[in-house]
């Protein structure tokens, strides 16, 4: 078990760009979540799947972003048109009923808008 | 909806000190508890839960216990070491979908 892999790490983008990230969750967990993080908060939540279907979107999430997990593996979530507010460290965690659904978060990705 | 308040940071003390993390939290139905750490240029852990009233979670030395009559889960070590030195995450997960995080509290612990 290699825990939850993000990729990339960083990402410096030019404003107005597209971005996409990836996570591998651990194999074993069914559920797969979203978050983004500023400096000084707490995670935020954008969204999670049970297996390949998104069970809830952010109201807060802008129509800019869009999350897929093919075949309920991988994730990727993908940010259009990018503002320099997109700017935040994006995490992605997983879980399993077995853990009552404590997170097992992977190192994240921070993205940069300039 | 779901909320969780944490004691403002940052919170320094000596090694050896007593610590005590205050959360208290705002769910509907009966949320499970958590407690991540986050230390210096790493990712965020889990480092205890609870699942429901009175249950206490531990672990590392930290315990927490579910206090529903006053919606708390306050984080405590009888003695913090240097290494303890993280920013603190209390959570919540209402029926088993996505969790609300607090702010964090910065812990710092001086030799």
């Known amino acids: 078990d290699t825990g939850v892999s993000q990729d990339p790490r960083h990402k410096i983008t030019k404003r107005g760009q597209n971005v996409t990230f990836r996570c591998d969750p651990i194999s074993e967990h069914n559920r797969l979540y979203w978050y983004r993080q500023t400096l000084g908060q707490g995670p935020e939540f954008l969204t999670y799947?049970?297996?390949?279907?998104?069970?809830?979107k952010s109201r807060l999430l802008s129509d800019r972003f869009s999350a897929e997990r093919p075949k309920g593996s991988f994730s990727t979530l993908e940010i259009q048109r990018t503002e320099q507010g997109d700017s935040a460290m994006y995490l992605c965690?997983?879980?399993?009923?077995?853990?009552?659904?404590?997170?097992?978060f992977g190192s994240g990705t921070r993205l940069t808008v300039v | 909806g779901d909320s969780v308040t944490q004691m403002e940071g940052p919170v320094t003390l000596s090694e050896e000190a007593f610590l005590t993390i205050n959360c208290t939290y705002t769910a509907t139905g009966y949320p499970s508890l958590f407690w991540y750490v986050q230390y210096p240029g790493e990712g965020l852990q889990l480092l205890l839960k609870?699942?429901?009233?009175?249950d206490k979670g531990s672990n590392k030395g930290f315990e927490a216990t579910y206090r529903k009559e006053t919606t708390s889960f306050h984080l405590e070590k009888g003695s913090v070491q240097v290494s303890d030195s993280a920013v603190y995450f209390c959570a919540l997960n209402t029926n088993a979908g996505k969790s609300t995080f607090g702010d964090g509290t910065t812990l710092t612990v001086k030799p």
């Open positions: 609870a699942t429901k009233a009175d």
């Open positions: 799947f049970q297996n390949e279907a998104q069970l809830e």
């Open positions: 965690a997983s879980s399993s009923l077995e853990l009552n659904y404590g997170y097992t």
